[in-house]
């Protein structure tokens, strides 16, 4: 688990030191969250999301 002096790095724009949630062992910031949720399937940048999670469980299932 996280211990303190973790510096979080948002997956998806890779800022760190905003506001966010932990997904996994991964970090998504509050901005991406909300631009996630909002963004429709059917919208290109919705696959980078995807991939960027991807990554994560994969982290996830292979550690
Ligand atoms: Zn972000």
Request: aromatic share 12%; net charge positive.
């Amino acid at each position: 688990m996280y211990g303190g002096g973790v510096v979080e790095k948002c997956i998806i724009c890779e800022e760190t030191g905003k506001q966010g949630i932990h997904l996994y062992t991964s970090f998504i910031c509050t901005d991406c969250e909300k631009a996630m949720i909002a963004t429709s399937t059917k919208d290109p940048i919705y696959k980078y999301y995807i991939k960027q999670l991807k990554a994560i469980t994969d982290t996830k299932i292979f550690s």
